[in-house]
């Protein structure tokens, strides 16, 4: 659905810019599910320069390139009425997939020291991974599409934060 104007070819490939940012993030929980099938890692070689410029620039930084990277686009993308809603949109709702990752990575290794079974450890690594790469690939499907991309509850807090 698009509403509040059309989206141009620019707008459609801005909006889909910020969900390197998750899944990026996402990558980690990745580890378990790339150690089984190896060959998922060439699907993923097109981001090399994406990550080793996030490295630096999360080094460069003492470990908080993400929070940087959250607050400049929160600050000068989602809270800058001068840009078209759609991107706005768009960039709201990966910094809140990325909020869903932090989460995770707070809450997954507190779960993992009561679970003594590494399968079922793995297995909520790989249905993290997953579950973040569907998000991302749905969304930005959507947003090369011109579409606004729906995902519940994440989708109803970001129309609450972006007017």
Not at 52 to 60: E, F, M, T, V
Request: proline residues 4%; charged residues 10%; contains cysteine.
């Amino acid at each position: 659905m698009t509403w509040r104007g059309t989206t141009t070819v620019r707008d459609r490939i801005f909006a889909s810019l910020p969900y390197l940012l998750p899944l990026i993030d996402g990558l980690g929980f990745g580890g378990f599910l790339f150690g089984q099938f190896p060959v998922l890692r060439v699907l993923f070689l097109p981001l090399q320069p994406v990550l080793i410029i996030y490295g630096i620039l999360d080094s460069s930084f003492f470990g908080l390139g993400g929070l940087i990277i959250f607050f400049a686009l929160y600050l000068l993308v989602v809270r800058n009425e001068r840009i078209a809603h759609f991107i706005r949109f768009n960039t709201m709702q990966a910094i809140l997939i990325d909020i869903v990752l932090v989460l995770c990575r707070l809450i997954v290794p507190i779960l993992a020291k009561g679970i003594q079974i590494t399968f079922i450890i793995e297995t909520i690594f790989n249905v993290i991974f997953l579950g973040v790469l569907a998000a991302v690939i749905y969304s930005v499907a959507q947003s090369l599409l011109g579409r606004y991309a729906e995902i519940p509850t994440i989708s109803d807090a970001v129309h609450m934060q972006v007017r």
